[in-house]
C-alpha cells in the first residue's frame, strides 16, 4: 500500500499502528521515530519496525506517509521540526483526540505539496508505551478523519484503506464538530472520572478504605478511565477548550437541577429524569453498542452497525 511509512511517536496508538501495518504488510519499509531513546530502545527489542531512530527529521525522510502519534501538545513542535524535511506529494496524518487544533498546529509547518489526513481512531486503553500496543485495538473500531475541503481525494482514500487494512470503518466529519461529539462523549466522562476518583481521594483513610472495598459499585470503572495517561488528557482538555466548557456548563446546569431536587424531595423530577436517559441506553443497546456502553468514557468507543467487540485482555476499551 506505501512504499515507506514513519510513525512518530511509539505509545499504545503509534506502536498498535506499527504491528497492524507489519502484520497486514502495508508498508514495504516501516520507520519508528520517537524522541525518547528508552522508546526506541524498547521497540528495537519488539521487532515491530524496519528502522528504529530517536532523530525525527531522519525518520521522515523520503517517507511516503506520516503518522503523528504524539499527544496533542507536541503536534505543533513536531510539524516544525519535520515540515522541512517531508517529500513532495507525502502525506500527514495523525491520531490525535482532538482535531481543529491539530489543523491549526500542523498547517503553518507542511510545505504545500504535503497532503494533511487528519484523523482520530475511536479505540485505546488506559495503558501507555510501547509494550501495551496491540495490532487488535482498531478491529471493529470507528476512525473519524477530519479532512479539509481542499484535500486531495486521493489521499483521504490512501488513508481510508490504511484504517480499513487495520480493522476500523471511517466516518468522516468536519475538526469542530468532531471537538463537539467527542467532548460529550469521550472528554466529559473523563473529566468526571477524574473529580469523582479525586473527590475520593480526599476523603479520610478510614472512608477511603471502603470506598476500595466496595469499588464494584460503581467507582470501579471510573478508576479505569481515571488511570489514563495525565499528558495525554491534559493537553486534550487544554486543545478542546470551547466545547469542553460548553459541555461542562450544560452538565453544571443539569446537576444543578439534580441537586435542587434532591434537596426539596422532589422525586418526580428525579424519576423523570432517570426515566428519559434509560431511552439513551436503549438506544445505544438497539445500535449494537451496549458492550462498551457499560462503563463510563465508552460509549463512543464501538461502532454502530458493526458487531460489538469483545476487548483483548490487554486492555480495557476506553477511548481518547
Ligand atoms: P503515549 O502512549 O503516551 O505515547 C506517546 C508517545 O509519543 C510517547 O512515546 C512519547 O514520548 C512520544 N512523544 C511525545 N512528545 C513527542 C515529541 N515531541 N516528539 C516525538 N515523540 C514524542 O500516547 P498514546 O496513548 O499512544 O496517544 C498518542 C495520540 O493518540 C495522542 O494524540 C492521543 O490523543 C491519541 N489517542 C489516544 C488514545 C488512547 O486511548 N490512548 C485513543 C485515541 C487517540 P515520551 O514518553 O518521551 O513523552
Not at 484535500?151 to 480499513?164: D, F, G, M
Not at 472512608?207 to 495525554?232: C, H, N, Q, Y
Amino acid at each position: 500500500m506505501f512504499k515507506k511509512v514513519t510513525i512518530v511517536g511509539l505509545g499504545l496508538i503509534g506502536s498498535s499502528m506499527a504491528r497492524g501495518i507489519k502484520e497486514q504488510g502495508l508498508a514495504e519499509t516501516l520507520v519508528a521515530a520517537d524522541r525518547d531513546q528508552d522508546v526506541c530502545d524498547k521497540v528495537t527489542e519488539l521487532s515491530i519496525a524496519d528502522e528504529v531512530t530517536s532523530n525525527l527529521e531522519e525518520g521522515v525522510k523520503e517517507s511516503d506517509l506520516i503518522i503523528l502519534a504524539v499527544p496533542v501538545g507536541a503536534i505543533e513542535d513536531v510539524g516544525k521540526a519535520i515540515g522541512p524535511f517531508l517529500k513532495p506529494n507525502s502525506i500527514v496524518t495523525d491520531t490525535g483526540s482532538v482535531k481543529q487544533s491539530v489543523v491549526d498546529s500542523l498547517q503553518p509547518f507542511l510545505p504545500d505539496s504535503v497532503h494533511l489526513v487528519p484523523a482520530h481512531p475511536i479505540a485505546g486503553t488506559e495503558f501507555s508505551g510501547p509494550e501495551a500496543g496491540f495490532s487488535e485495538l482498531f478491529h471493529g473500531r470507528w476512525a473519524i478523519l477530519t479532512p479539509l475541503p481542499e484535500t486531495s481525494i486521493k489521499a483521504v482514500e490512501k488513508i481510508t484503506a490504511l484504517w480499513e487494512a487495520l480493522g476500523s470503518t471511517i466516518e468522516i466529519m468536519g475538526p469542530k464538530h468532531h471537538d463537539l461529539v467527542l467532548g460529550i462523549t469521550s472528554h466529559l466522562p473523563h473529566l468526571i472520572a477524574y473529580t469523582i476518583v479525586g473527590t475520593a481521594t480526599d476523603l479520610e483513610d478510614d472512608v477511603k478504605s471502603e470506598v476500595l472495598k466496595f469499588s464494584a459499585s460503581g467507582f470501579r470503572d471510573f478508576t479505569r478511565i481515571a488511570a489514563s495517561d495525565p499528558t495525554m488528557w491534559r493537553d486534550v482538555f487544554l486543545h478542546n477548550r470551547v466545547a469542553v466548557l460548553d459541555v461542562l456548563q450544560r452538565f453544571t446546569e443539569d446537576l444543578t437541577a439534580l441537586q435542587k431536587a434532591i434537596r426539596r424531595g422532589d422525586g418526580d423530577y428525579l424519576y423523570k429524569v432517570f426515566d428519559e436517559t434509560r431511552d439513551m441506553r436503549k438506544q445505544i443497546i438497539e445500535m449494537g453498542q451496549a458492550e462498551y456502553a457499560a462503563a463510563p468514557g465508552m460509549a463512543d468507543a464501538s461502532p454502530a452497525g458493526t458487531p460489538p467487540v469483545v476487548a483483548p485482555h490487554k486492555g480495557s476499551a476506553s477511548s481518547g
